[in-house]
């Protein structure tokens, strides 16, 4: 999660897609326009032949065939849990940034409100370890005595409402985001909230690595105790609350229906519902202004835990709320601190046993802090302008693909296909960077407290936020800096959105070949747009309102199809007795068999018949597969596989690459021999969707 101004932007994104579904990305943190600039004698390599596992055959594993050489070569640092080209291209952007801010941090003329001096002061405070080690757990210690003073309910609901602006976790979410069914305007949304680790499963299943993670995260949180000068045991007793509050918690597959989640109520009369929690006085604790109809996510939870509040004993609910402030503020504040949340939270659930370098840590939380700053300085150095134009080329080459599928489709009628191609042609995007950047001037960044930063930083992202309530949508925010290596689909906005971070090898270059290009950004961009007509997103219209455009009989087709794909991917088991989620992944298995499927025909048109020879002993089809399982190459260590099995809305890497070839006739042709091998299936059982 970050931390940062940009905390509250980034993290009701994140619940967005999570919560409301309006953002859907390609990566866990969930792609773009971006080139670095190069030499024009240096020559591109587009798909390095070493990649290649020529001891197994392409027919069957893919993934291992295609990549399986860089795999061997390249094993996960001791400082990560997976090492993929994600990982590797953020890294790449991170040193391409710190050069410059390594400038900046030394121009002590940067005047006050400049983004050179909150990029300055920001990163010089926070690496003064000497006087974060000396403040130790003083810059919370207002906050912890807060919570101690409670003596009441009345008391600890009233912290529910002061502590969230801070970004200290309780059990109940509020925030101002674009109404489903009224996209041009925002509301109010309450959501379910409060737990610290990955998701409910990891407290309410019982087996043995989940048993072992709770044990660890008891003592962990005893631990954190005696560092704060707090030495209680008590981590059992908030493990004990956190259950309680995750089994009256959705699902995440429950959290993907946008129309279970959409329940508004009359302000008013839900918080007289509510007897003991009284909702609109926590709204107004929070800087809420004035407002009538709020959506409500999880009805069912905030019943639930209008009697918890009352039935669970109040000292566990101090030491709870005590709890999700240390750990909210841990990486900024002693090292000790840091260093044991690091023990828990990277080591026990990633599988990472050594932390990053203290300055890579710093950047890290700057980049969330001071994105659009930074992003300004990385585009001015590192974004070329021609890529953006082959990007807009690319998009429109994807939305013509796109056009012709829709139109050819057996199984939509005329009426839903007439609709489904308003959507498709209302459909915008963005690439590279925002023609508006963001006005930071009343974010206070000091030269002498990192911790205080943060807290300025997550205040400002909140009063952001909150500027928000009963204001039009500005359809032209991002959700992503511009240096980061994703992309999403926003259904509110129905738009597709590239951030100048990705357009690079080894997903984009502006002189790779084509077939390379289509199968790495050119998939991607396919992914975008078909997560507007996914599972979930296919339930918002062309003006992002969640409003059903289908004939029941199309729906009803359409959900027997991904039914069909969802059963495909609950085969697939990357850790002993576990296996991939087919429903909780299912929009971003559309969207990957989607992309595959549109990029492959855009390509086509690109070619306009004139196709090319061969490249190192590959044909220009063979090459597109190769581009598709190059940008999802990757090491990934068991503890992260199991977080994301439970946590993740996408299919692991392997899977996203070989689950849409099966089903896709193209790489049969392409690779000639796939007419047996462990990823064969016969015609009549592949899923075609879109």
């Known amino acids: 999660m970050y931390s940062s101004t940009y905390f509250y932007k980034c993290v009701f994104s994140a619940l967005f897609a999570y919560m409301k579904n309006t953002v859907f990305m390609l990566a866990v943190f969930a792609l773009a326009a971006c080139t670095t600039k190069t030499n024009s004698n240096e020559k591109v390599v587009a798909?390095?032949?070493?990649?290649?596992?020529?001891?197994?055959?392409?027919?069957?594993?893919?993934?291992?065939?295609?990549?399986?050489?860089?795999?061997?070569?390249?094993?996960?640092?001791?400082?990560?849990?997976?090492?993929?080209?994600?990982?590797i291209l953020n890294e790449e952007n991170r040193q391409k940034l710190m050069k410059i801010v390594e400038v900046v941090r030394k121009n002590?003329?940067?005047?006050?409100?400049?983004?050179?001096?909150?990029?300055?002061?920001?990163?010089?405070?926070?690496?003064?370890?000497?006087?974060?080690?000396?403040?130790?757990?003083a810059g919370i210690q207002t906050l912890l005595s807060k919570i101690d003073a409670a003596n009441t309910v009345e008391d600890i609901v009233?912290?529910?409402?002061?502590?969230?602006?801070?970004?200290?976790?309780?059990?109940?979410?509020?925030?101002?985001?674009?109404?489903?069914?009224?996209?041009?305007?925002?509301?109010?949304?309450?959501?379910?909230?409060?737990?610290?680790?990955?998701?409910?499963?990891?407290?309410?299943?019982?087996?043995?690595k989940f048993i072992d993670i709770r044990q660890a995260y008891v003592k962990h949180i005893d631990q954190m105790f005696v560092l704060t000068g707090m030495p209680q045991e008590v981590g059992a007793d908030i493990l004990a609350l956190e259950t309680k509050i995750a089994a009256i918690s959705w699902s995440r597959l429950d959290l993907r229906d946008p129309?279970?989640?959409?329940?508004?109520?009359?302000?008013?009369?839900?918080?007289?519902?509510?007897?003991?929690?009284?909702?609109?006085?926590?709204?107004?604790?929070?800087?809420?202004?004035?407002f009538d109809t709020i959506i409500v996510g999880q009805p069912s939870f905030f019943d639930a835990l209008n009697k918890l509040l009352v039935s669970e004993d109040l000292?566990?609910?101090?030491?709870?709320?005590?709890?999700?402030?240390?750990?909210?503020?841990?990486?900024?504040?002693?090292?000790?601190?840091?260093?044991?949340?690091?023990?828990?939270?990277?080591?026990?659930?990633?599988?990472?046993?050594?932390?990053?370098p203290r300055n890579e840590r710093v950047f890290s939380a700057m980049n969330g802090v001071l994105g659009e700053p930074l992003g300004k300085l990385f585009v001015k150095e590192y974004f070329d302008e021609e890529s953006k134009a082959y990007m807009s080329a690319m998009i429109e080459n994807l939305r013509s693909a796109y056009k012709d599928r829709i139109q050819a489709l057996e199984w939509m009628s005329d009426a839903t296909k007439e609709k489904a191609l308003k959507k498709l042609n209302a459909f915008t995007y963005k690439v590279g960077y925002p023609d508006k950047w963001q006005d930071y001037s009343k974010l206070d960044i000091v030269d002498h407290s990192y911790l205080q930063n943060i807290i300025n930083s997550r205040q400002f992202g909140y009063a952001d936020m909150l500027d928000k309530l009963g204001k039009p949508v500005d359809k032209t925010d991002w959700g992503m800096s511009p240096q980061t290596?994703?992309?999403?689909?926003?259904?509110?906005?129905?738009?597709?959105?590239?951030?100048?971070?990705i357009l690079q090898p080894p997903f984009f270059h502006k002189d790779f070949d084509h077939a390379i290009n289509y199968g790495g950004i050119g998939a991607?961009?396919?992914?975008?747009?078909?997560?507007?007509?996914?599972?979930?997103?296919?339930?918002?219209?062309?003006?992002g309102n969640l409003n059903s455009w289908w004939t029941e009989e199309d729906r009803a087709k359409f959900d027997k199809l991904a039914q069909k794909l969802g059963e495909q991917y609950d085969s697939y088991s990357p850790v002993d007795s576990m296996y991939v989620n087919g429903k909780m992944t299912m929009g971003e298995n559309i969207a990957d068999l989607g992309g595959v499927t549109l990029a492959y025909e855009a390509l086509q048109k690109q070619y306009s018949g004139n196709m090319p020879e061969s490249i190192d002993g590959f044909s220009?089809?063979?090459?597109?597969?190769?581009?598709?399982?190059?940008?999802?190459?990757?090491?990934?260590?068991?503890?992260?596989?199991?977080?994301?099995?439970?946590?993740?809305?996408?299919?692991?890497?392997?899977?996203?690459?070989?689950?849409?070839?099966?089903?896709?006739?193209?790489?049969?042709?392409?690779?000639?021999?796939?007419?047996?091998?462990?990823?064969?299936?016969?015609?009549?059982?592949?899923?075609?969707?879109?």
């Open 524 to 543: 991607v961009i396919g992914h975008e747009f078909s997560h507007g007509f996914d599972d979930q997103g296919s339930k918002f219209d062309w003006d």
């Open 620 to 690: 220009w089809q063979q090459r597109f597969f190769l581009g598709w399982a190059n940008v999802w190459k990757g090491n990934i260590n068991e503890e992260e596989m199991i977080n994301r099995l439970k946590s993740d809305v996408h299919s692991p890497a392997e899977y996203r690459v070989i689950g849409p070839l099966v089903n896709f006739e193209p790489y049969y042709e392409a690779f000639g021999t796939c007419k047996s091998g462990a990823m064969h299936k016969v015609d009549s059982t592949r899923i075609k969707i879109w």
């Open 485 to 501: 290596v994703n992309a999403y689909y926003s259904s509110s906005n129905n738009e597709i959105v590239f951030p100048a971070g």
């Open 47 to 87: 798909f390095d032949t070493s990649f290649i596992d020529s001891t197994v055959h392409p027919c069957d594993n893919f993934y291992q065939y295609a990549i399986g050489g860089w795999r061997a070569n390249n094993p996960i640092p001791e400082t990560e849990s997976r090492w993929m080209a994600f990982n």
């Open 108 to 137: 002590m003329k940067a005047q006050k409100g400049t983004d050179e001096q909150m990029i300055r002061d920001f990163y010089n405070a926070a690496m003064d370890t000497a006087a974060i080690n000396a403040a130790g757990v």
């Open 315 to 356: 000292n566990h609910w101090k030491n709870y709320l005590k709890w999700n402030t240390i750990t909210s503020f841990a990486n900024y504040l002693s090292h000790d601190l840091e260093r044991e949340n690091f023990a828990f939270y990277s080591t026990k659930l990633r599988g990472t046993n050594t932390m990053k």
């Open 158 to 208: 009233k912290l529910f409402g002061s502590l969230a602006p801070v970004g200290v976790s309780t059990p109940i979410g509020l925030y101002v985001g674009a109404d489903s069914k009224n996209s041009k305007m925002n509301t109010v949304y309450a959501s379910q909230s409060g737990l610290n680790l990955p998701d409910r499963d990891f407290y309410l299943q019982d087996n043995d």
């Open 259 to 290: 129309d279970k989640r959409y329940n508004k109520k009359n302000l008013d009369e839900w918080d007289s519902s509510l007897d003991i929690l009284p909702v609109k006085a926590i709204a107004t604790g929070r800087g809420f202004g004035a």
